[in-house]
């Protein structure tokens, strides 16, 4: 059964490994949920826009539930993404990841069709008081129904079940509104960010985590950018967020999501197949190329060997491009 206590730390949104049919790997996918805990992620998040969980159908969703459920052992706790294609799917899942014991769902806001407000408080309702485990609501305005502050407080408000939200907009301000808004209420209620450039950022202004992809490929970093941070060693933890931008970076823009996370995992030992998204030949020179670039700056940090013929100075990454990243990010703070 699902335990209680505050949603907290980083929880890996994990990639899932597939075999050369493009079939879940199992073995694989074991052995790098081993590696994550042992490598100091707070939790686990599967199902998520990393894992791709619009590319598995219903069955194979709960099957990479029920393998990293059985795998974790509960060592860890595991925020399940339950998102399916209407509510009473996404009900039933929310069931069936109660049964495996996990600890609470993700729900992102309904996609393909843009919902008003009132229709996205709907949706969640209906979901909240029919669950029997706790809800993440899940905010992707880039690619679902936005939800917004007032929402985000009436759910809260009217709904038990309803213990957290992650944020991946990258959006300081909205973040603090929420924040704002919603903790008074709701001591209890949860802060994840999504948006790994803006990590350190987001902690300081009252996050309780996040939910970071980066950390599938460099727990080692993001955990400890987590700590500094909430133990209130800003310079360096400020300095580890400058060190992880030009990776999250570059897995991020230089290919289709979340390819770029694919390839930095295999040069982390694992075999994580291709994508069940089909590519062309140009797609798959781009990857071949950003390989490399993802072997420097991992490199870097001494995750691995630099490719034949080295790297260059820095690694190929421009400090000065690197530098007015962060400050855009650390300028929203100061404001």
């Not at 790997?25 to 707070?42: F, Q, T």
């Not at 959006?171 to 924040?179: F, S």
């Not at 979340?258 to 390839?263: K, L, V, Y």
Request: hydrophobic letters at 40%; a negative charge; aromatic letters at 8%.
């Amino acid at each position: 059964m699902a335990s209680s206590g505050r949603l907290s730390g980083i929880f890996t949104p994990n990639i899932v490994p597939l075999d050369s049919r493009g079939d879940i790997a199992e073995g694989e996918l074991r052995r790098y949920v081993d590696w994550l805990i042992d490598h100091g992620v707070h939790g686990l998040y599967p199902n998520g826009s990393t894992g791709e969980f619009l590319r598995f159908t219903p069955e194979e969703r709960r099957r990479i539930i029920e393998i990293i459920a059985d795998q974790t052992a509960g060592r860890v706790p595991i925020l399940a993404g339950a998102a399916e294609a209407n509510v009473r799917e996404t009900i039933s899942a929310c069931e069936y990841y109660y049964e495996l014991g996990t600890r609470a769902v993700a729900i992102v806001s309904p996609f393909y069709y843009r919902l008003t407000s009132e229709g996205v408080y709907a949706y969640f309702k209906e979901i909240a008081d029919n669950s029997p485990i706790d809800i993440t609501l899940y905010n992707i305005p880039l690619f679902a129904s936005p939800i917004d502050v007032p929402t985000v407080k009436r759910l809260a408000e009217e709904c038990p079940r309803v213990v957290a939200i992650k944020d991946s907009s990258g959006d300081l301000p909205h973040m603090m509104r929420m924040i704002a808004e919603v903790r008074p209420l709701r001591p209890d209620f949860s802060f994840l960010t999504g948006w790994d450039a803006a990590l350190m950022p987001m902690l300081l202004i009252g996050c309780d985590g996040g939910t970071n992809a980066t950390s599938g490929v460099v727990p080692e970093i993001t955990r400890r950018l987590y700590e500094l941070t909430m133990a209130g060693k800003i310079d360096e933890a400020r300095d580890l967020q400058y060190r992880l931008l030009p990776l999250f970076d570059s897995m991020l823009y230089s290919a289709e999501f979340p390819e770029g996370f694919r390839a930095a995992l295999k040069l982390r030992g694992f075999e994580p197949g291709r994508g069940r998204q089909p590519q062309s030949a140009v797609q798959q020179e781009a990857l071949t190329r950003l390989a490399d670039q993802l072997q420097c700056l991992l490199a870097a940090e001494g995750f691995t060997k630099e490719p034949i013929g080295g790297c260059g100075v820095n690694g190929g990454v421009d400090p000065q491009q690197v530098a007015r990243i962060v400050q855009q990010v650390l300028s929203q703070l100061k404001s």
